[in-house]
């Protein structure tokens, strides 16, 4: 059973730092591809990093230079080190996993077969 477990959450004031885990388990981690995605109230849920097995990755446009996505092979473990956050960060934070070698579109979501629960992330003014 493959699961995706995100923490790492929390309230932060604008410009502060938050790095959020993904600890994953039943799935062979050198196969999948990962990404992290989130969701605000009333906003569809949208691509914010993606990390390829190969280790090339993507961002979107609007965390670009700010988050970085990364992985610990030994622990399983997906990152998201999130930097220079700002209020429009606000939202649930999502771990991905797709088995698709390489995702013809890596930020959106219908590439992607596993999710975790979620990790909310509040950024004030």
């Known amino acids: 059973e493959v699961q995706l477990v995100e923490s790492g959450g929390g309230s932060v004031q604008a410009g502060g730092s938050l790095r959020l885990s993904c600890k994953a388990s039943g799935i062979y981690w050198f196969e999948y591809c990962m990404a992290w995605f989130r969701q605000a109230p009333g906003n569809e849920r949208e691509g914010v990093a993606y990390l390829e097995s190969s280790g090339r990755t993507t961002y979107a446009d609007s965390v670009k230079d700010r988050f970085t996505i990364s992985k610990d092979n030994a622990e399983n473990t997906l990152y998201l080190q999130m930097d220079s956050l700002k209020p429009q960060d606000t939202a649930l934070y999502y771990c991905?996993?797709?088995?698709?070698?390489?995702?013809?579109?890596?930020?959106?979501?219908?590439?992607?077969?596993?999710w975790g629960q979620g990790t909310q992330v509040t950024v004030s003014s």
């Open positions: 991905a996993a797709s088995v698709a070698v390489r995702p013809l579109s890596p930020l959106r979501r219908n590439e992607y077969n596993f």
